[in-house]
């Protein structure tokens, strides 16, 4: 212990947070510096009991903190889950301004029942066959016409149409009714999700049959401006299942003053799909004849929905 006394006595004693330090009043060195030295054991010596309350408070903040910052962490989190939860609404209801429907359904088992119970009056409608290949190069001939104007300014709207009815979204088919705010009439977009459901089972069928190659395999040049399908070209589903919704609407409530408004944008979200370059003007007018064909049938399927639909409007 004299020993070490007469070392402090020596030599100056430095401390930082957890270690001492001995800086020599004799340089030990060249450079004629003061050299210092680590001397824990001297720290664990004379700091034993100061060290351990040190080490007590230390950890009693250190505690504090780690409780702080989970505290942050939890409110961090809570808000990022909000912003998740307000975006993910946002988003769900506000496509480009526009609105999506307010929640998926499940797929109508019942509806799909009775549809299958009528296989044999859709199974087999009188939808003409697709037009030969020389037809079809004509059409492809203005589909590269179109394909040439679509990246124009004028057309911009346009292609963020294409791109966002690549999946289904009920947009088109609300505005034109007045539906503004998503939620207000969920018993019609009930009805058109069920519409779009069956008519995808019904229109796959029917390109089955025809079995028509899409138009960039007949003209390599067409460059589509969304990916082609793995299914057949003929006919347009998007098409089909437009029409179809616009069609039946108009049984719902005929009186409507936005039906001429929903079939001209029904045409126009069938047509994107030729501005887009994956389908021919003949696969667009097979899907519009196919949902005149088929209606009579759909709203005998859908009567119920259809019934709750119209309690809306009247």
Not at 150 to 164: G, H, K, N, V, W
Not at 175 to 197: K, Q, R
Not at 239 to 264: C, D, K, Q, T, W
Request: glycine residues 4%.
């Amino acid at each position: 212990m004299s020993d070490q006394l007469g070392l402090l006595l020596s030599n100056r004693l430095l401390a930082s947070s957890n270690e001492f330090f001995i800086v020599s009043a004799q340089p030990d060195d060249d450079s004629g510096k003061p050299h210092a030295r680590r001397i824990d054991a001297m720290a664990r010596h004379f700091g034993s009991t100061s060290g351990a309350q040190n080490r007590g408070s230390l950890n009693r903040s250190q505690n504090r903190n780690r409780n702080r910052n989970r505290n942050r962490n939890r409110n961090r989190n809570r808000n990022r889950n909000r912003n998740r939860n307000r975006n993910r609404n946002r988003n769900r209801n506000d496509v480009n301004g526009m609105f999506e429907p307010s929640a998926p359904i499940l797929s109508p088992w019942r509806e799909r029942e009775r549809l299958h119970a009528r296989i044999a009056d859709w199974i087999d409608l009188p939808l003409p066959p697709p037009p030969n290949n020389a037809e079809l190069r004509e059409q492809c001939v203005e589909l590269l016409r179109k394909q040439q104007l679509l990246q124009t300014d004028a057309e911009s709207i346009r292609r963020d149409e294409i791109i966002r009815e690549l999946d289904l979204e009920l947009s088109g088919y609300l505005w034109p009714l007045g539906i503004d705010e998503n939620g207000s009439y969920p018993e019609t977009e009930t009805l058109f999700l069920m519409v779009a459901d069956l008519c995808e089972e019904v229109g796959l069928r029917y390109k089955s049959r025809f079995n028509l190659l899409r138009p960039t395999m007949l003209e390599p040049r067409i460059r589509p401006y969304v990916p082609n399908p793995s299914h057949a070209s003929y006919p347009s589903n998007h098409s089909f299942l437009s029409f179809s919704i616009a069609f039946l609407f108009s049984r719902v409530y005929p009186e409507h003053p936005g039906i001429g408004s929903l079939i001209l944008s029904a045409r126009r979200i069938a047509e994107n799909r030729e501005w887009g370059g994956v389908h021919y003007a003949a696969d667009t007018k097979a899907g519009h004849d196919l949902a005149r064909l088929f209606v009579p049938i759909l709203e005998d399927v859908l009567r119920e929905q259809m019934l709750r639909a119209q309690s809306e409007w009247l």
